[in-house]
Antibody, heavy 118, light 112 residues
């Protein structure tokens, strides 16, 4: 059974760095073809893809967030991470991690709400 | 970036009615290897998205066969043959042929 769960700080201030953790089970990020992606959704709005990391440590980022994103993984502990630097109120959203099987998200976590506020 | 335009933005249906949602891409989603990376997701109220259709027309695991996907190139359709109450929510198409991966704006399916 594949499960993913996101965790994060809940609330942070503008200009801080957002650190998110995705803890998963039921698959391994060392398996050929597997990956984990991050997607966010502001309240009442649509989905925005942020970044993917693959079994071979290949990484892909959404260029719209320029150089603010860093994705990483800890294969032995079944975790993936996302950092977003220099946050502002526009980064307020629910953040999801999802398993990637080849080129799509087949299982999603429940999401974690993040609020950026001074 | 590839822009996916979904129509309609809101769809009102009665239980048992068949409905279709369109997803039009600003570029062809057919890659050089002959694959089309177009997917459909449903996000029920208060829940995370779930996969319905992968690679245009393949049913996701556990997805009822009243859902079907079709299309090619730049025009794709999700059809629900006989809406049930559990189908209410927001439907998104997503493409993974071109980087960055992008989602459509969503189609909200509500009860008439």
């Amino acid at each position: 059974q594949v499960t993913l769960k996101e965790s994060g700080p809940g609330i942070l201030q503008p200009s801080q760095t957002l650190s998110l953790t995705c803890t998963f089970s039921g698959f391994s990020l060392s398996t050929y073809g597997m990956g984990v992606g991050w997607i966010r959704q502001p309240s009442g709005k649509g989905l925005e893809w942020l970044a993917n990391i693959w079994w071979d440590d290949d990484k892909y980022y959404n260029p719209s967030l320029k150089n603010r994103l860093t994705i990483s993984k800890d294969t032995s502990n079944n975790q993936a991470f996302l950092k977003i630097t220099n946050v502002d109120t526009a980064d307020t959203a629910t953040y999801y991690c999802a398993r990637i099987l080849w080129a799509h998200f087949d299982y999603w976590g429940q999401g974690v709400m993040v609020t950026v506020s001074s | 970036d590839v822009v996916l335009t979904q129509t309609p933005s809101t769809l009102s249906a009665t239980i048992g009615q068949s409905v279709s949602i369109s997803c039009r891409s600003s570029q062809s989603l057919l890659d050089s290897a002959g694959n089309t990376y177009l997917y459909w997701y449903l996000q029920r109220p208060g829940q995370s998205p779930q996969l319905l259709i992968y690679l245009v027309s393949n049913l996701g695991s556990g997805v009822p066969n009243r859902f079907s996907g079709s299309g090619s190139g730049t025009d794709f359709t999700l059809k629900i043959s006989g809406v049930e109450a559990e189908d209410l929510g927001v439907y998104y198409c997503m493409q993974a042929t071109h980087a960055p991966w992008t989602f459509g704006g969503g189609t909200k399916l509500e009860l008439k």
